[in-house]
């Protein structure tokens, strides 16, 4: 029988997962592209987008909020 | 609570930190001059003297060779032992490169509505191991050269860019050419995602610090051996939630338990709590 993992320990076990299994790609790909060397026009530019991305989906609902109330203060 | 009496009630840990930032960051580097003329070295002092993280890349990395001698990894070693016995206090009230974010983070006047903030520690727990995890997967790839690559330890380090801004501050020229795209990137990252736009201004360390992660794994054994750490009196409380909103590193659980993975010892909660429901100290 599969193990039940309650909610709250489910979201930790899928931001585990995520993080983990971006950040050697968000570290690799600058390496195989020979990022700070000086041979690329962005070195290292790359290996920080995976885990921003990671954080923006993680934060997507407060970054919604706070949108939200950045136009209304705009506005 | 006003932000004077913030100051008032924190003051020495805000002392401590601003001690760290002269401990720790070249040109003066106490420490670290310390060091030298203990050993009789000629290197300049700076921050790259305790890094923070190619200890621990060469021991996933399985150079266990290059920690022999080397003074950054008796220096991890100390930092994780004294956050077994006492809590991670050298993240919460000495390291300098979480003191500048969380220093600029509350020196910008922007409402706490616009700054991010985990509500459920274990999500923060999740991305922060998940990240860790990731660290030492590419130092083994690097170490035991799974993949043909050089060591991406220094990619993105915090440290290199502290320590290049106060050489810049000193005059320095190197600090004008050491900036490129990734390390602007990392600046962006530590100063402005996880410091200004974090609730805390520790997103940085909460997410890809190597040593704040082994710390508070080196805590949370700790704790269930009795030493140090932050308790929670639930008879105390009352519901105000000044704990929650305190917590630089959103530590404390919608039932105001404090998580030992996230928990830097910072005592903020201890200072903010009214009804002094939280408590650092021994207890089985």
């Not at chain 1, 995520?18 to 790909?29: D, E, H, R, Y």
């Not at chain 2, 609570?1 to 805000?14: A, F, L, P």
């Not at chain 2, 720790?24 to 290197?43: C, D, H, K, L």
């Not at chain 2, 909103?245 to 030992?260: E, L, Q």
Request: net charge positive; glycine share 10%; hydrophobic share 45%.
């Amino acid at each position: 029988m599969m193990p039940v993992i309650p909610g709250k320990e489910r979201k930790g076990l899928w931001a585990f997962v995520i993080a983990s299994a971006t950040t050697p790609l968000a570290l690799i790909i600058p390496t195989s592209c020979g990022a700070a060397c000086g041979v690329c026009p962005v070195p290292g530019g790359c290996f920080a987008l995976p885990a921003i991305v990671v954080l923006i989906v993680a934060l997507r609902s407060r970054l919604q909020e706070m949108g939200t109330r950045i136009l209304g203060v705009i506005r | 609570m006003t932000v004077i009496e913030t100051i008032q009630k924190n003051r020495w840990r805000y002392l401590s930190l601003v001690m760290g930032f002269f401990l720790f960051v070249g040109p003066y580097a106490i420490i670290a001059r310390m060091i030298n003329t203990a050993t009789g070295s000629m290197a300049s002092p700076t921050l790259h003297t305790l890094c923070y993280r190619m200890p621990i890349d060469w021991l996933f990395g399985g150079r266990w060779y290059a920690l022999l001698g080397s003074v950054a990894a008796v220096f991890i070693l100390a930092v994780v032992i004294l956050a077994f016995f006492m809590g991670p206090v050298f993240c919460g009230w000495l390291c300098p490169v979480g003191s500048v974010s969380e220093g600029v983070s509350r020196a910008t006047p922007l409402p706490d509505r616009f700054r991010l903030r985990i509500r459920d520690p274990q999500i923060t727990k999740g991305l922060r191991y998940g990240f860790f995890v990731g660290f030492i997967a590419v130092s083994m790839i690097v170490g035991y050269k799974i993949a043909s690559m050089s060591s991406v330890c220094c990619r993105y380090c915090t440290s290199s860019i502290l320590q290049n801004m106060a050489n810049g501050l000193t005059g320095q020229m190197s600090a004008i050419t050491y900036w490129h795209t990734g390390s602007l990137i990392t600046l962006f990252s530590w100063l402005v995602i996880g410091g200004i736009f974090m609730s805390g201004g520790r997103g940085w360390c909460l997410f890809f610090c190597p040593l704040g992660v082994l710390s508070n794994l080196s805590h949370t054994v700790g704790k269930k051996l009795g030493m140090y750490r932050i308790s929670y009196n639930a008879d105390k409380c009352q519901d105000c939630t000044k704990c929650q909103v305190s917590c630089p590193t959103w530590a404390i659980d919608t039932d105001k338990s404090v998580d030992s993975h996230l928990c830097i010892t910072c005592k903020e909660c201890t200072n903010a709590c009214p009804h002094e429901a939280y408590e650092y100290g021994r207890r089985r």
